[in-house]
């Protein structure tokens, strides 16, 4: 018998444009290792890429874009179903409202997470850091267009990723 490999479900969520699908492609398609396989596969709705690492295989749900006009999602199949998100933020912008509530949610509910504050190569709002210091978020800054920051939060996110026991 071969070795059982664990799943695990991540979301990238964050509003439209924020360079989601651009942040799995660095952290994930980039000059992949021997023993990292990158496949996307097709499922009814959307894309999802699944991710094979030694001992561990990663189901990445493509996107879930949140806004203003959603209502937090949680009977969206991409958040009943992951074990861990990751919230990709503009760091030109600051946080919108939903934005906040989806960090309260993960934070109450003790939803892992971590968020990606992309787009650093145009300047960070340093009042978007200061909300984010205020809620006591993990948070990276990150450049997926000049690949900035990008082998730090890959780091971290692993070391974050629950293991089979927590999940």
């Not at 695990?8 to 021997?34: M, P, Q, Y």
């Not at 990276?140 to 890959?154: D, L, P, Q, R, Y």
């Amino acid at each position: 018998m071969g070795t059982s490999v664990s799943s695990l479900h991540i979301s990238f969520v964050g509003r439209a444009n924020v360079g989601k699908s651009r942040l799995i492609d660095c952290i994930f398609n980039e000059g992949n290792t021997n023993s990292t396989k990158f496949q996307q596969v097709e499922t009814e709705s959307k894309t999802e890429s699944v991710i094979t690492l030694p001992n561990r295989e990663l189901t990445i749900a493509e996107t879930v874009i949140v806004d203003e006009k959603v209502e937090l999602g949680l009977t969206n199949e991409a958040f009943s179903n992951s074990d861990f998100f990751i919230l990709v933020l503009d760091a030109r912008e600051e946080l919108f409202n939903i934005e906040t509530k989806l960090i309260s949610y993960f934070q109450k509910e003790r939803i892992p997470f971590l968020v990606a504050v992309n787009k650093i190569e145009y300047g960070t709002n340093p009042h978007l850091i200061s909300e984010l210091d205020a809620l006591e978020v993990t948070y990276f800054e990150v450049s997926c267009k000049e690949n900035a920051g990008i082998e730090s939060f890959k780091k971290n996110l692993i070391h974050m990723l629950p293991d089979e026991k927590q999940i």
